[in-house]
């Protein structure tokens, strides 16, 4: 069951659930009605390398404090990233544009879906940008709901925030997971123009997989026309997409994505395990070893990525300053140490 507050009142409804939200739009609670998927169970229990600590500090409450002060959603949150105490708590975090309702319905995604009907919240590019000020952010991720009820599908105000930002902290590298803008190239450019470090647009999944996973308005070819076109109207910006693992998709398909993406001028790649948010949504199809992430990034470099992050809890925006470090973030050693402990705790087992 989740708490949700409607208006007024504080409604405990399951996911799934219709509700109001405070801007008057009729929504779908985590994006997903009740269906023939659940009844699905997922593979197996979760392995030991995704499990992840409750939210809690100092840092994680005062990002929320500003979040909230701000009228601000963040797909940390929406998504039920499970990332979102690390990062917190390191002080960053993925600030999400247009509100927290989006139009179109992904089969793999919690955020909310309806119809805002064209509303927008027009103080939130003064209020994002006062937040990241507030978080003294030197890098921000922006990204936001599709917006395909406004004209413009949204590119306006997503360039109104990236440019509110440089007006208020010119130094702060900004990077933009948008919509793909139902491929129109000059909504695209809209935001490129605005000025930012990265420009990123998800492939999500495999080709095969496309539209048992993304909304029917999706297309994989969509996408790679959309960064491929980036690269072409913004040479300097550097380019990104991300897929999720474990929807089904055999090696071979990965590596065709791979491939489809390095023909599009894509300069990164992240994976990470998919993890099903409602019993609504897809189920797991398999739990994906650290080891073999660590041999999907080998495979992306060696096709000529300029970074490949790559591990069970990488979501597309994780630690996504550090991205050109070529070091996979950091990640080797910390997968290390959690697969050392598993080995650890099996010894002790057996010796048992």
Request: hydrophobic share 40%; with cysteine.
């Amino acid at each position: 069951m989740t708490e949700r507050i409607l208006g007024s009142k504080r409604t405990r409804l399951a996911p799934g659930a219709k509700f109001v939200s405070p801007q008057g739009t009729r929504a779908i609670l985590d994006g997903i009605k009740p269906n023939a998927l659940s009844q699905v169970p997922d593979v197996g229990k979760k392995p030991a390398w995704l499990r992840v600590r409750v939210p809690a500090g100092a840092r994680y409450q005062e990002i929320m404090d500003i979040v909230k002060s701000h009228r601000l959603s963040t797909v940390c949150a929406e998504s039920k990233c499970p990332n979102i105490a690390e990062c917190w708590g390191r002080g960053t975090a993925t600030l999400m544009l247009m509100g927290s309702v989006c139009t179109r319905a992904c089969r793999f995604c919690s955020v909310n879906t309806g119809n805002p009907q064209g509303w927008l919240d027009k103080d939130e590019p003064a209020n994002v940008a006062e937040a990241v000020y507030l978080m003294g952010l030197k890098y921000v991720v922006l990204t936001s709901v599709d917006r395909d009820d406004l004209p413009d599908l949204g590119a306006g105000h997503y360039a109104a925030c990236i440019r509110a930002i440089h007006g208020r902290m010119p130094d702060t590298a900004v990077e933009a997971l948008t919509p793909d803008f139902q491929g129109r190239h000059e909504l695209v450019a809209e935001v490129l123009d605005a000025g930012l470090a990265t420009y990123a647009q998800n492939l999500e999944t495999v080709r095969r997989l496309t539209h048992p996973v993304r909304d029917p308005r999706a297309g994989y070819e969509q996408t790679l026309d959309v960064l491929r076109f980036a690269k072409r109207h913004a040479p300097q910006t550097i380019t990104k997409t991300s897929l999720m693992l474990g929807l089904g998709e055999t090696d071979a398909e990965i590596e065709q994505a791979l491939d489809d993406m390095r023909a599009a001028h894509v300069d990164v790649v992240t994976l990470g395990q998919y993890m099903r948010p409602t019993k609504n949504h897809l189920p797991v199809r398999r739990f994906v070893t650290p080891e073999a992430f660590a041999r999907y990034r080998e495979l992306a470099l060696d096709k000529g990525f300029l970074e490949a992050v790559s591990g069970p809890l990488v979501r597309s925006s994780y630690r996504a300053e550090r991205v050109l470090e070529h070091n996979n973030v950091g990640l080797g050693d910390a997968v290390g140490a959690v697969l050392q402990g598993i080995r650890d705790a099996a010894s002790t087992s057996m010796r048992c």
